[in-house]
T-cell receptor, first 114, second 114 residues
């Protein structure tokens, strides 16, 4: 059965700290890996990764995919209270009925204290 | 541009009642997904459609749940009869299948069955 595992499940840090969130997957017919941020409402898209070793960056957030290790990390530097959210990792299938389908992990609940 | 639009935002009803959740995908998207999110199980895919045709409904929990997509701009998820364990946040998402675009989520319907 296809599976996406995130760690840690929860994390509490102080403003200014750097955090690393982990995602590993066992998904056949891998097409892409996505990161979403969920505050109080809908998950909002952060990154889509398809190639190994190429870092994607947006401000203080960055992410990289390792297809050999079947994993990805999401880094947040100089954390702020506004970064407090659930971070979701999802993997997209490549063909047939899995094309376009996302397999989600349980998420990492990040809390940033002022 | 309008995002994915879901209604109602909140629904509180008594067990045994029929519940209908509605979703309007982003114009031009050809794939639509229904998810359910709970603390216990995280974000689960219930069913998804491509070009208005159901592709994978293996996540639909039981016969009490049904979903339709009569046209490219509208979908419903129906629960009949509803039970307290159906209480959750239900999200709808849309994308263009096979593109390099992520799924975009609506703000969800928070359903409470008393």
């Amino acid at each position: 059965e296809d599976k996406v595992v995130q760690s840690p499940l929860s994390l509490v840090v102080h403003e200014g700290d750097t955090v690393t969130l982990n995602c590993s997957y066992e998904v056949t017919n891998f097409r892409s890996l996505l990161w979403y941020k969920q505050e109080k409402k809908a998950p909002t898209f952060l990154f889509m990764l398809t190639s190994s070793g190429i870092e994607k960056k947006s401000g203080r957030l960055s992410s990289i995919l390792d297809k050999k290790e079947l994993s990805s990390i999401l880094n947040i530097t100089a954390t702020q209270t506004g970064d407090s959210a659930i971070y979701l990792c999802a993997v997209e299938g490549e063909r047939g009925s899995t094309l376009g389908r996302l397999y989600f992990g349980r998420g990492t609940q990040l809390t940033v204290w002022p | 541009d309008a995002g994915v639009i879901q209604s109602p935002r909140h629904e509180v009803t008594e067990m045994g009642q029929e519940v209908t959740l509605r979703c309007k995908p982003i114009s031009g998207h050809n794939s639509l997904f229904w998810y359910r999110q709970t603390m216990m199980r995280g974000l689960e895919l219930l069913i998804y459609f491509n070009n208005n045709v159901p592709i994978d409904d293996s996540g639909m929990p039981e016969d009490r749940f049904s979903a339709k997509m009569p046209n490219a701009s509208f979908s419903t998820l129906k629960i009949q009869p509803s039970e307290p364990r159906d209480s959750a946040v239900y999200f709808c998402a849309s994308t263009t299948r096979g593109s390099n675009q992520p799924q975009h989520f609506g703000d969800g319907t928070r359903l409470s069955i008393l």
